[in-house]
Nanobody, 118 residues
Framework: QVQLLESGGGLVQSGGSLRLSCTVS????????MGWFRQAPGKQREMVAT???????NYAGSVDGGFTISGHNAKSSVDLQLNDLKPADTTVYYC????????????WGQGVQVTVSS
């Protein structure tokens, strides 16, 4: 069984920073893309940032330059540094793992709340 354990959410003022962390417990995959998604109420879940096992990163255009993802494949963990936060960034952030080889496998964390006050 695979579980994604998230931490680091909270309340911060506009312009502030937070760091989200996610660690995999259970089965560890040698080749997996890990990342962070977010979902506001009534909206679809959207990709924020991902990092492959090879270290290739991908960011949503809306956060590029403000957020930084760092993955530790050997530890099956991924962090997301959120800088210069804005009230529009307020929502629940979810950690995601997607195995890069067959058989495919995807897992989600339970989500952490990020709230940015103006």
């Amino acid at each position: 069984q695979v579980q994604l354990l998230e931490s680091g959410g909270g309340l911060v003022q506009s312009g502030g920073s937070l760091r989200l962390s996610c660690t995999v417990s259970g089965t560890i995959f040698s080749a997996a893309t890990m990342g962070w998604f977010r979902q506001a109420p009534g909206k679809q879940r959207e990709m924020v940032a991902t990092v492959t096992s090879g270290g290739t990163t991908n960011y949503a255009g809306s956060v590029d330059g403000g957020f930084t993802i760092s993955g530790h494949n050997a530890k099956s963990s991924v962090d997301l540094q959120l800088n210069d936060l804005k009230p529009a960034d307020t929502t629940v952030y979810y950690c995601n793992l997607r195995r890069e080889v067959s058989p495919t496998f995807t897992a989600w964390g339970q989500g952490v709340q990020v709230t940015v006050s103006s």
